[in-house]
């Protein structure tokens, strides 16, 4: 059994910066990609940026050029670099692992800004 374990998430004030990561308890095999989604009370759970196995990347239109997504495929660790924060950023925010076989979540951290 697979594990997502998330850390990073807080509270800040509007402009401020976070830092998540996402590690696997073990290596995952046949991985696609790794990315982070993210979902506010009473919304629908949207994807925030995605890097694929091969290093490309996307972005929703709501962080280009304040969000930035990296990997550590070694060791099975995916960041999301989140600069100038927005009160509308908040939201639990998930990482996800899919592979050619099953679809990894991990516990879901809260990111809180306040304005």
């Known amino acids: 059994q697979v594990q997502l374990v998330e850390s990073g998430g807080g509270l800040v004030q509007a402009g401020g910066s976070l830092r998540l990561s996402c590690a696997a308890s073990r290596t995952i095999l046949n991985l696609i990609a790794m990315g982070w989604y993210r979902q506010a009370p009473g919304k629908q759970r949207e994807m925030v940026a995605v890097?694929?196995?091969?290093?490309?990347?996307n972005y929703a239109d709501s962080v280009k050029g304040r969000f930035t997504i990296s990997r550590d495929i070694g060791k099975s660790t995916v960041y999301l670099q989140m600069n100038s924060l927005k009160p509308e950023d908040t939201a639990v925010y998930y990482c996800?692992?899919?592979?050619?076989?099953?679809?990894?979540w991990g516990q879901g951290t809260q990111v809180t800004v306040s304005s």
């Open positions: 890097i694929s196995i091969g290093g490309s990347t």
């Open positions: 996800n692992f899919p592979t050619r076989g099953t679809n990894y």
